[in-house]
Nanobody, 124 residues
Framework: QVPLVEAGGGLVQAEGSLRLSCTAS????????MGWFRQTPEKEREFVAA????????RYSDSVKGRFTISRDNAKNTVYLQMNGLRPEDTAIYYC?????????????????WGQGTQVTVSS
């Protein structure tokens, strides 16, 4: 069973919005921190946003701060990434990731469980 399934990617014009969702199958979701990362062919996988187990603490990369919002619904085993003011440089495959502990991490190796990714393309 795939641990995480992302949805919501697509093609959008610059300054547009998209909302990504990620649904987890592991029963420990409500006690685990969650994160979003992105990757392009030219770059290593980079941190985008993370949220702790209760949703009370969040963290963002400088490149998305003020434009993206991470949230979670533990009753639905789902984490979201609301992306506003999208730019062409946001184009990437976006991955959802799940930690095994409640605390936020920003390094990819802090997350043992990953989704398969969803493509986001922003046209200028």
């Amino acid at each position: 069973q795939v641990p995480l399934v992302e949805a919501g990617g697509g093609l959008v014009q610059a300054e547009g919005s998209l909302r990504l969702s990620c649904t987890a199958s592991r029963p420990t979701f409500s006690s685990n921190a969650m994160g979003w990362f992105r990757q392009t062919p030219e770059k290593e996988r980079e941190f985008v946003a993370a949220i702790d187990w209760r949703g009370s603490n969040t963290r963002y990369s400088d490149s998305v701060k003020g434009r993206f919002t991470i949230s979670r619904d533990n009753a639905k085993n789902t984490v979201y990434l609301q992306m506003n003011g999208l730019r062409p440089e946001d184009t990437a495959i976006y991955y959802c990731a799940q930690r095994a502990i409640p605390i936020i991490g920003i390094r990819p190796d802090a997350y043992p469980y990953w989704g398969q990714g969803t493509q986001v393309t922003v046209s200028s």
